[in-house]
């Protein structure tokens, strides 16, 4: 069964989504006028080896070789693709995170194994208890930030896992979906290391940093040859459709978007922290990410009654479905926009007071 946000079309109604962590500010501008500009672009195929979507990508990541990149259907194709023509004798994750890389795994017939390496608070990642769980011959997808904890693993741990995983001969894959929401960004991210740890590959997708999840543009970046090949060997022909083209050559170059949301996320998720934090029913973890994870904690209320509650209110959450590790009280809201944050705080706060 698949656990993500954005069900909102299980409920009748507009609803205020805070279950999908996609960026408030919408489709940006510079999509939509050349989406206008090359409408006849539709009435052809793609070029089979999307070379330009490729390019704009490497010049945006200041890659040199666009031979590195390989372009998916979001982020979610690339991870199936990865663990299934790994070769690998297990997948590896981390306790808690996303749920595709289990469900990628069991789609493969990998064995699979989650390390709850995390600490009480889900602050830091002890880097040496994943080692310790991890066994030759793996494949260790890792979530960087990490969903839905927003936990982040800094740049040189994450280069000693690589560096200890290469002599191991594990594979490691790094989602690194939400780093750009990251204040660190862009020296907190693997991308530059690829040709140093030929074992690692970075996924990356426009869905939620360019607020865009149905055009469906995700990425890989490697410089692991064999897998470049191998992933190409199990692609279906044309799996980017012309709109996700487009969008490649237009976000992005987009730098006043860009700017826009680097400064929003940044304003909002602090605001966001210190608001939540002021809900005594409620213990709020901090995230680099562009969401937080809550826990009810005085337990008269589970998350899955709190959804229900709040979708009555026109408000959508996700509850911890999916994401091993988590109690029936945790539950994940996404930072948006200050009015939408704050119509949130109101109705949260009303429900906390009832419970």
């Known amino acids: 069964m698949n656990f993500h946000g954005g069900d909102i079309y299980s409920y009748r109604g507009d609803l205020l989504d805070f279950s999908s962590n996609i960026n408030p500010l919408g489709i940006p501008d510079s999509f939509r006028e050349l989406l206008l500009l090359r409408l006849s672009d539709f009435t052809r195929y793609p070029d089979i080896d999307y070379l330009e979507v490729r390019k ?3 010049e945006y990541l200041n ?15 690339l991870i199936y693709k990865l663990v299934a023509s790994s070769r690998a004798e297990r997948v590896i994750c981390l306790r808690p995170t996303f749920s595709e890389y289990g469900r990628a795994a069991e789609a493969a017939g990998v064995e699979f194994c989650d390390i709850p390496a995390f600490d009480a608070d889900f602050n830091a990642v002890d880097v040496e208890m994943l080692i310790s769980g991890i066994k030759p011959h793996s494949l260790v997808v890792i979530c960087n930030p990490n969903n839905p904890t927003g936990t ?22 790094i989602d690194e979906a939400f780093i750009e929401f990251t204040d660190s960004y862009p020296e907190n991210s693997m991308v530059d290391s690829v040709e140093e740890f030929t074992n690692t590959t970075i996924i ?38 012309s709109a996700a083209v487009i969008a490649a050559c237009s976000v992005f170059e987009d730098r006043k978007y860009i700017n826009n949301t680097r400064c929003w996320i940044k304003t909002e998720r602090k605001y966001f922290f210190e608001e ?16 937080h994870l809550l826990r009810i904690e005085d337990g008269n209320m589970t998350a899955a009654q709190l959804k229900e509650n709040m979708a009555e209110h026109g408000v959508l959450i996700r509850t911890a479905e999916g994401f091993n590790g988590l109690s029936q009280f945790h539950f994940r809201l996404a930072v948006k926009d200050r009015n939408s944050n704050d ?13």
């Open 204 to 241: 990356r997708a426009a869905t939620k940093f360019f607020g865009m999840p149905g055009i469906r543009l995700g990425y890989a970046v490697t410089a692991d040859t064999a897998a470049i090949k191998a992933v190409r060997e199990l692609m279906e022909p044309w799996n980017l459709n």
């Open 276 to 291: 939540l934090g002021r809900f005594e029913k409620l213990k709020i973890y901090p995230s680099t990410a562009n969401f």
């Open 63 to 77: 890659i040199c070789d666009t031979g590195y990149i390989i372009p998916g259907n979001g982020a979610v194709e």
């Open 152 to 173: 982040l693993i800094g740049k040189e741990a994450m280069k000693y896992l690589a560096a200890v995983l290469l002599k191991l001969d594990c594979k490691l894959v």
């Open 56 to 58: 704009r990508i490497a």
């Open 343 to 355: 119509i949130i705080l109101r109705i949260l706060g009303e429900e906390m007071d009832n419970t």
